[in-house]
């Protein structure tokens, strides 16, 4: 097993986790944003399974594609030596009844649009896509309910479907895949990473403003922006997370790049953004510290900024 594509944050994701934390979103928003951590904790689930195979196998992570103008994500992909096994990873829970081919939610609640048909797209996509490159490995695609919490009713046993009481055996069917991977499946994950788009054109957000946004410096854990400081560490006072304000001021930065790619980085910006504390002059100073041992400084005086 080699994972040679680490899973990241999309940017979607990034997106809607700051907006979260410095507006007021609606109800529908909230709802879209709490299920895109909902998946990614699922993937992250799944992941620390992943890591535990001990077949020959290149695990690629978080992939998107785009072939004829379509695009299509793919959660875990597996190079094997004889097959490419594809998982969509669903972190879905409560009871769900599977009826004219439709996943219901049991006892209120919102249903699930089937994922066999997104499946079905994806599986057809990545094997027009393969073919392209060069390869014709056959296909072994599933759905792969991971929260323990899960449970569909009347489900079929005709369909591709993991539920969360049969990942032991998926993954002891894994460890018996036999041979040995070659140097055309290593060509072939180098050209799949190369070919991953780093960005869904697509994504929808609400419309936001520099001004508009709560600022400070948000928790690496738990995201809030309820956070206060010691001389030099940032402690979190919802979940306690502790880190240096080096790194705190950093992933501001990184922050606003994400949010506001077209405003430079300069040291009003951060400052702004990161509300520094009550002593103004020490933490622009801070501020200014970071940035210089950071990041490289561009133009002069009053007009520097940083990239």
């Not at 699922?42 to 196998?57: I, N």
């Not at 669903?90 to 994922?115: M, Q, T």
């Amino acid at each position: 097993m080699d994972v040679l594509k680490p899973r990241t944050e999309s940017k979607e994701l990034l997106v809607w986790r700051s907006l979260h934390a410095r507006s007021e979103l609606t109800s529908d928003e909230k709802y879209y944003y709490c299920t895109l951590e909902k998946g990614y904790e699922g993937e992250l689930m799944f992941d620390k399974l992943t890591k535990e195979l001990q077949c020959d196998v290149y695990i690629l992570n978080g992939l998107l594609f785009e072939i004829n103008n379509s695009y299509f994500q793919i959660d875990t992909l597996l190079i094997a030596p004889q097959k490419i096994y594809v998982y969509d990873v669903k972190n879905s829970e409560n009871d769900y009844l599977y009826e004219d081919e439709k996943f219901r939610r049991l006892r209120g609640g919102n249903d699930i649009k089937n994922p066999l048909h997104q499946l079905e797209r994806c599986e057809t996509l990545l094997r027009q896509f393969l073919k392209k490159l060069g390869y014709q490995l056959p296909i072994d695609s599933h759905i792969v309910f991971i929260n323990p919490e899960f449970t569909l009713y009347q489900a079929p046993h005709d369909k591709p479907i993991v539920f969360p009481t049969q990942l032991n055996q998926l993954f002891q069917r894994l460890n018996t895949i036999p041979s040995k991977l070659s140097k055309r499946h290593k060509d072939l994950a180098d050209q799949l990473m190369a070919a991953h788009q780093n960005e869904y054109p697509f994504c929808k957000f609400p419309p936001y403003q520099f001004d508009q946004l709560k600022k400070g410096k948000l928790c690496a854990t738990c995201h809030s922006v309820s956070t206060f400081q010691g001389d030099r560490r940032l402690v979190c006072d919802v979940c306690g997370h502790e880190e240096t304000i080096d790194a705190a001021v950093l992933r501001a930065v990184a922050e606003l790049r994400l949010l506001f790619p077209e405003k430079k980085i300069t040291t009003n910006l951060v400052y702004e953004w990161c509300s520094e504390g009550e002593d103004e002059g020490g933490s622009r100073k801070r501020v200014v510290r970071i940035l210089r041992n950071n990041l490289c400084a561009r133009g002069y005086g009053r007009w520097i900024y940083y990239e």
